[in-house]
């Protein structure tokens, strides 16, 4: 599945309400997004230990 979205001025994007549903993401969930041949992944993370998933250049943006 494949949809498209745009960004705001402040980098943020809405993902499909069609999206979530299909993976089982609601608010509150927890998510991993990485870069993979140009282009993000994002996927439902059901370990609560997210942080260990984390990249250390981008753990500096996380309020932990």
């Known amino acids: ?3 498209r979205s ?3 001025p ?3 994007v809405t993902i499909p ?3 979530l549903k299909s993976l089982g993401i609601g608010g509150g969930s927890s998510v ?3 870069i993979d041949k140009g282009g993000l ?3 439902k993370v059901e ?3 997210i942080i ?3 990249l250390p250049e981008t753990r500096v943006y996380l309020k932990i």
């Open 1 to 3: 599945m494949a949809v």
């Open 6 to 8: 745009c960004l705001t």
């Open 10 to 12: 402040d980098g943020r």
């Open 17 to 19: 309400r069609s999206i």
């Open 32 to 34: 991993s997004i990485s």
């Open 41 to 43: 992944v994002l996927k």
């Open 47 to 49: 370990d609560s230990k």
């Open 52 to 54: 260990e998933t984390v």
